[in-house]
């Protein structure tokens, strides 16, 4: 019964999205108000359906209704229940339908929060979102429906693959596709303004808040699925430039552009057409994501189970949503404006360096992916493009992108000098290579690119507080107390730099622990121990441990420091009841400058075993980077430029130009 | 299953007494300089059977076997080109992770530096052609309209 | 000249959709064959039935033959096997099983249930052999001409359309 009800919602939500595509712009064109009108309440009802469509399959996996196809293919009686609902998004068809759920909840989102926008404008960006829910759910409902029964029932699940069974899989994919689909929103936005012809700069303030949210749940999905392989895989790695690792980090790179891009437009009213063309593209990438992943067409460990039929109706979605707009695009963009005028030497040149760095860094990582895939379509033979070659072309993109992070912020709109900028940013400068030596020196030895890391890493933290120190002066010939200037700094510029901050921490985790890691593997018999710097790991022997629906040879291994105990590490390797399927679970010793990592080889003869310590040094702060990114993400999004109802008198614009506040 | 309760039975008993002759543990490799090499070679050479691994990280048997095929030849002492040209000669370039340069994959390592050099050079003419239209082509500037703000305009984000 | 720009980004999607297309149809996970054209590797290795009697890649000169790879853990092959029983009796060529990475008995004891296609089973317990002809699964099926050289490669399970379309028709190319 309650799988029927969800199949019904989701046909019923059909029909609504269906309603919502068409008449509200119709309705936009015609200039029919109650026809305008029906967008907000048709999103909202469409949001709905789908949300009772995704508790119906929730409520079927937590009473283990065996009856439904999905359920019995991707659960099991002994998953715990928390587990169970994971599972909903443990396969194809649910996870489809949780994209659904992101897709409608934006969708309602934006109804709920557009009401400063013209009618005409937020009734057509529900209804792009609605034609994008409508190719979703006829997709879903012709060729992925996760309420298909299965007669005679199974009498028990297949289980939820076990590297799924971790509080990982609770989070990443709901965060990764709040990203993906979030960016639809400054895609919609996009296409409306096309449709409309009204881009304006208050366009790229509307689009704004949505598109760094976004950005934020993308920074923090990619982060959460990175930090989950490091534990979870057992092999330390914590990036594999696989090809569904890059579909998600593609569009976090055009997204990145986006924001900045927005920006631009936002102040200055120029490159519209070129922030249109990133928004399209950004939406574009995550369309192009789901497809890669879907499809087949490239061989991942995270490639769900595959249909030729699924790829094909995929593709077809994709030519006609993405070719559709960029058609629009091509007719439309031509006529769009100029905006305001910027010489050579300014903040809009240099964030317009920022884009053409990330979209390029964006087309190489889409060179390398797909590749092979062309290769082979055209018979000019089979390869694989993987870690060396990524790792090879990116970094020197990279280091350009991070030097114009240093003297963009500190650049004047308009109109900059650079020999201002230098004498600015002179002291940054020095610093960053000052600093450089010093932790060379203490680090004792780390290579060219190491070094170029640490140096980029510096420099973006001198400079940016160069940039809050100018901030923070007094204008000449006024004596304002610092906290009071401190707080006239906009949220949004604080963003920016705890932001900024956060890559300056990422760059410093990555260059550190690819420069000073440590891997050893060994054999070691009860007793014995290995030394990886000042730290001992001791091995105490194994013994079995049950678990709610596995066994786990469980072992233990001492750590100590210079004498004292520092950790008692548990790694196991699980057998899972229900499919007999092994894993090796890894255990970590997290701290700020280090993580002590062991996991368990194979047993060997006599009671020992071969043992696999790793020391990754400021490991952690490659996710903690990605996590203050997303801080300063979502302060950007919450400045209280979108959070104001009332419009901006002529006299504040005045007193916040004094101030240099606005 | 039970011949494994007994052996772990057995290693707890072990335990005690084998605490006694504790040392330090014997590395799965005798030669740091080869393990390097082991590891960097394997780390780039794709586990056929795997979806998208390496041979060093894999479990799988086919995995275990070339593992041992490259220590084996690494211990006779072959070069790294050697031993990466025995892997290509038998599986192709799609064994190896890093791409060979070659005439079909031209494009791929020059590309980035390409794509780089095309979308700076397009981004100069873009700002050379708005640089030699008059100001009419321009919409009003916000700025303009604002008496000019004193010595630094830092302006927001 | 300047619309002309904007239909760029559309242009470059279409190209990229069909080559989505078109790889739709591949298989990402398949290894194309290094070896084709090229002398196969030099064995010897003992029988699977005799483990004093070696045969090596040199006794098989001057015929056409065929090098089915198997394993009695494979579950492919057990579909496969009846076809190639089979075709064994056509007598088009003689078939060289590699037992793969298995134990002598279990080999036997497989051959003893589901019937023998070979002349002979070459055992390759550690599997070397099979990393000499680039084999990463099984089953698969080579095809060597008189000179030793290796002339096609079929990957996974033998069908009869494999047989009708790909191997009888090189078979007649070979012994002409």
Known sequence: MIPELGHLALWLALGVSLVLGTMPMVGAARGRLDWTALARPSARVLFALVALSFVCLAASFAGNDFSVLYVASNSNRLLPLHYRITAVWGGHEGSILLWLLMLTFWTAAVAQFSRHLPDAMSARILAVMGWLSFGFLLFVLTTSNPFDRLFPAAAEGRDLNPLLQDPGMVIHPPMLYMGYVGLSVAFSFAVAALIGGNLDASWARWARPWTTAAWFFLTIGIALGSGWAYYELGWGGWWFWDPVENASFMPWLVATALIHSLAVTEKRGSFKSWTVLLAILAFSLSLLGTFLVRSGVLSSVHAFATDPKRGLFILAFLVIVIGASLALYAWRAPSVGLGARFSLVSRETMLLGNNVLLVVACGAVLLGTLYPLALDALNLGKISVGPPYFDTVFVPLLTPLVFLMGIGPLARWKEAELPDLAKRLKWAAGSAVVATIVAIWVHGGIGIVGALGLLMAFWIVASVTTDLVERLQPPAGTRVALLQRARLIPRAMVGMMIAHLGVAAFILGVTLVKSGEVERDVKMEIGDTTEIGDYVFTFRGVREVPGPNYRAAQGTIEVSEGGRAVATLHPQKRIYTATQAAMTEADIDTGLTRDLYVSLGEPVANGAWIVRVYYKPFVDWIWGGCLIMGLGGVLAATDRRYRQRAKKTVRTDALGAVLGTT | ?157 | MKRLGFLIPLGAFLALAIVLAVGLNRDPREVPSPLIGKPAPSFSLTRLDDPQTSIALADLRGKVWMLNVWASWCVACRDEHPLLVAFSKKGLLPIYGLNYKDQRDDGSAWLMRMGNPYQASLFDNEGRVGIDFGVYGVPETFIIDKTGTIRMKHIGPLTPEVIATEIEPLLKKLNA
């Open chain 2, 1 to 157: 299953m039970r011949r494994r309760s007994r052996l772990l039975v057995l290693l707890a008993a072990l335990s005690l007494v084998a605490s006694v002759f504790a040392k330090e543990a014997v590395p799965e490799a005798s030669d740091p300089a080869l393990e390097a090499r082991m590891v960097r070679i394997t780390s780039e050479l794709r586990c056929l059977v795997c979806q998208n691994q390496t041979i060093a990280d894999s479990h799988a048997d086919l995995a275990v076997d070339l593992r041992r095929q490259v220590r084996e030849q690494l211990t006779a002492g072959r070069s790294d080109a050697e031993i990466i040209d025995y892997m290509t000669a038998r599986y192709g370039d799609f064994v190896l992770y890093r791409p060979p340069f070659k005439g079909t994959t031209l494009l791929l390592w020059l590309g980035p530096a390409a794509m780089l050099g095309g979308g700076l050079l397009v981004l100069a003419v873009v700002l050379r052609r708005r640089s030699r239209l008059s100001p009419d082509a321009f919409e009003a500037d916000d700025d303009d309209l604002v008496s000019p703000s004193p010595a630094r305009d830092v302006g927001h984000a």
